[in-house]
């Protein structure tokens, strides 16, 4: 079934009671706890000489490794296009899944086991073909976005049949019908009585609404009667089917051969591929957009576990859950909660606690009331991080393999919770951890995402933030087109990638990457490429963003251990042509764009810091335009204040300096406007612009002699720009800044003070009181002892220690 006849409409089906003539229909709801126990009961009662289940023929291959012991779902059977691997589809079971159930007891009885549903080949192939519903059996999830109901026509009927009945049977919650019906039945009796009932149901809803606007049932029911006919030829009527309980009276009406074939006539076909890939509870959620999933796999998985007590053993586990998250929850609070939700049971008529009751009942003696515990609980426990395994005899492309290999090498096991992982690149089994998450990666396989470090923020420490999805699976088949191995994969993308590349950030982007994931076959080819890129792009806006990149990679490298050699040369050039491109390009802009390149020149400026000694000669060139911008009067106001602004914090201008030309800027002849965006040039942007006017009074006096004399009516024009300068300071120093200038410009500059000096501070240095830190200074910055030093020879040790910082 399709869309909501996914979701819902299979319900516990119809056989006949007393096993009259015929295969043995068992309707089932698909990941039904309920249904999963009946369909083991019937079968165990029928002992058929076959079992047929609703899924892909193309897995019949694959059904004994269902007993394999390194199975354990929740598992998925996997069909993708092999020439093109991205459209594929997936056919979920858990533990608790019916076609599991029947599946393992096939296995363990030496039973046949066969799929019956439409082969996949032709799934896949309606997808390719544009039609908005592949459909794959009612516990399908596709992977194509076009599996969404937006193409129906307007007038198609979308029935829910568990819906239909619940409101039937007066409730307005069809999960809540479902538990009390079904899940919560005990266990005795008629083997097959749980497959009566609902199959005249289902038989009664089909003759009002047909195939429920999903006509494409109409053609899978027809493949699964030829099947059924092929099977009662081989075995008789010893058969069994087990499928969504909507199939069962299609399966069991009289229909010709020669009909259910010119149904079946003409279908579109692709060659296709399928193998078994781990699952998680998280992705049969409904919540995740798939189409046949559960509200509360977790639960429904404790349901169909536990042995006895099921009340009593959730609520342990979710006390236990709450203590590892340093919650008070005792004992007494497990056995309160555990009355309270027989107790609701009973007020609100049900056989049994369900899910509703003991999450209430938690709520109110567990979380006291709270709804921000119940979310920890739902995510963990309701829903659950459940991920399966499947053997490695399952077939795989090689990419896969040679994924398997080295997770298992460098003990990285896919996990579906999300977990933080910390790595050493001074550590070779991390630095290797790291190259695999990079080059999966560069493949589109997105298992780990970088993180910012709350430790450390050297180039030797990474973050990932990793959590294992099921749909990788396909993405590394879509990456196995690239190479058998992820090294040879990622090489041969990489180089790809970079003929492809659009933008020169882009081909240096991509250098980063290959530095990152260590590729040294592909780094010639995209250096090449960078090379041809850098010599024909002329936007200075576009090499200014390409270089910050480039000096990250020579970083990388160093770290690394690789020859960089080539990545500096054309970082050296790229600079070259900056430098000179610069000045001009910053003339004539408007506000947005002075703001633009202003972030440029700092990336400028930052890359070149990190260069170092990398490339002599870049800083004094770099100084040399920046003097250029900082006098310039055609320059926008917010470029010639961060201009100045970096000379000063470089030593390359004396403040006196940097005081004259805030003067020149602040001057009455200049317009107001530039005038505010050369100080928000000058101390904004994060620059740490405002402890600067905080220890250079000098400074600040300007800033408030300029702003006290600005006129009225350009206060109002000014003033939007000198309030987002001044807002991104902290607190505290907005603060100090507004004591600063309510003492007045007399207090500020000494007046009334001994000495004239700053208020709080001495006349003069403190050599003794300075050297008194010295020692522990130099500890912190992994210098020698000072026994030898500057104290030795008759001068402040405050002498050696500067010389030695530079």
Not at 390 to 397: F, I, L, N, T
Not at 489 to 502: C, F, H, I, N, S
Not at 507 to 522: G, M, Q, R, S
Not at 574 to 603: I, Q, S, T
Request: include cysteine; glycine fraction near 12%; aromatic fraction near 4%.
């Amino acid at each position: 079934m399709t869309g909501v006849d996914e979701t819902a409409s299979d319900g516990v089906g119809a056989a006949s009671g007393a096993r009259s003539a015929g295969p043995l229909l068992l309707g089932v709801r698909h990941h039904g706890p309920g249904s999963a126990r009946a369909v083991r009961a019937a079968l165990d009662a029928a002992r058929p000489r076959t079992v047929l289940i609703e899924g892909p023929p193309e897995a019949d291959a694959l059904v004994p490794l269902a007993g394999d012991e390194a199975m354990r779902p929740p598992v998925a059977l996997l069909a993708h296009a092999v020439d093109e691997p991205g459209r594929s589809a997936f056919w979920p079971l858990a533990e608790f899944s019916p076609e599991w159930v029947a599946l393992r007891w096939a296995v363990e009885h030496q039973v046949p086991a066969r799929f019956i549903d439409l082969p996949a080949t032709h799934t896949l192939a309606w997808s390719k073909d544009g039609d908005t519903e592949p459909e794959a059996g009612a516990q399908q999830e596709d992977t194509e976005d076009s599996r969404e109901d937006a193409g129906d026509a307007p007038g198609d009927i979308r029935v829910d049949p568990l819906a239909v009945l619940a409101e039937t049977a007066g409730y307005d919650d069809p999960e809540r019908w479902w538990e009390d019906v079904v899940e919560h039945r005990t266990a005795g009796g008629d083997a097959f009585a749980p497959f009566q009932g609902l199959e005249e149901a289902m038989a009664a809803l089909r003759e009002v609404y047909g195939c429920g606007g999903h006509d494409r049932d109409l053609v899978r029911e027809a493949y699964m009667r030829l099947q059924v006919r092929a099977a009662q030829r081989e075995f008789g009527d010893d058969v069994a089917v087990v499928c969504g309980a909507w199939h069962v009276p299609a399966l069991r009406q009289k229909s010709t051969v020669t009909a259910d074939k010119a149904l079946l006539k003409g279908l579109p076909k692709v060659k296709a591929e399928m193998t078994w890939v781990p699952w998680t509870h998280r992705r049969l959620a409904r919540a995740s957009g798939y189409g046949a999933g559960i509200d509360s796999p977790g639960w429904y998985g404790h349901l169909f576990g536990a042995p006895d007590r099921p009340v009593e053993r959730w609520m342990t586990r979710v006390a236990g859950l709450l203590r590892d998250e340093d919650r008070i929850v005792s004992s007494a609070h497990v056995i309160e909660a555990v009355r309270l939700a027989e107790t609701l049971a009973a007020m609100r008529g049900r056989p049994l606690p369900g899910l509703s009751e003991t999450t209430d009942a938690i709520r109110a003696v567990m979380c006291e009331g709270s709804d921000v515990p119940l979310e920890l609980i739902r995510d963990r426990l309701v829903v659950g991080d459940v991920l399966g395994e499947v053997p490695e005899a399952a077939p795989a492309v090689p990419l896969q393999r040679d994924l398997d290999r080295i997770q298992r090498r460098l003990r990285l096991k896919p996990e579906a919770l999300e977990r933080e992982l910390e790595l050493d690149l001074r550590k070779e089994n991390d630095a290797e951890r790291s190259r695999l998450l990079h080059r999966l990666r560069l493949l589109g396989v997105a298992w780990g995402e970088p993180v910012a470090s709350r430790g450390s923020t050297g180039t030797f420490r990474e973050t990932w933030r990793l959590r294992w999805e099921p749909e990788l699976a396909v993405r590394v088949a879509e990456a196995g087109v690239w190479g058998t191995t992820v090294l040879a994969a990622a090489t041969a993308k990489a180089e790809a990638d970079a003929v492809a590349a659009q933008g020169l950030a882009d081909v240096t982007a991509l250098a980063e990457h290959c530095l990152l994931a260590e590729l040294p076959d592909a780094l010639p080819v995209v250096m090449g490429v960078l090379a041809d890129r850098a010599a024909l792009d002329a936007d200075v806006g576009h090499l200014a963003q390409a270089l910050p990149a480039l000096v990250r990679s020579l970083r990388y490298g160093d770290v690394r251990g690789t020859d960089t050699g080539a990545l500096a040369e054309v970082a050296a050039g790229l600079a070259e042509r900056v430098f000179v491109g610069l000045p001009p390009a910053c003339v004539g802009l408007d506000a947005d764009a002075a703001d633009e390149m202003r972030r440029h020149v700092d990336a400028v400026h930052g890359a070149l810091g990190l260069l170092g000694d990398a490339v002599t000669g870049m800083r004094p060139r770099w100084h040399g335009v920046l003097r250029v911008l900082s006098g310039r009067d055609t320059v926008p106001g917010v470029i010639r204040g961060r201009a100045v602004r970096l000379l000063l914090d470089d030593g390359e201008l004396r403040q006196e300096d940097a005081a004259r030309l805030m003067g020149l800027a602040l001057s009455p002849g200049t317009p107001p406007a530039d005038a505010a965006a050369w100080i928000e040039g000058f101390v904004g942007g994060g620059s740490g612009g405002g402890m600067l006017l905080v220890h250079d009074e000098r400074l600040l006096g300007l800033v408030d002699t300029w702003l006290t004399g600005v006129p009225a009516a350009a206060f109002t024009d000014v003033l939007p720009l000198l309030r987002r300068t001044f807002s991104a300071y902290e607190p505290g120093v907005r603060r100090t800044l507004g004591e600063l200038v309510r003492r007045g410009p007399g207090e500020r500059q000494g007046v009334g003070t001994p000495g004239g000096g700053i208020p709080g501070f001495g006349d003069e240095l403190d050599i003794e009181r300075a050297d008194a830190v010295v020692p522990v200074v130099r500890l912190l910055l992994g210098l020698d002892g000072t026994e030898d030093g500057a104290a030795g020879r008759g001068r402040p040790a405050t002498d050696d220690l500067v010389g030695a910082t530079g």
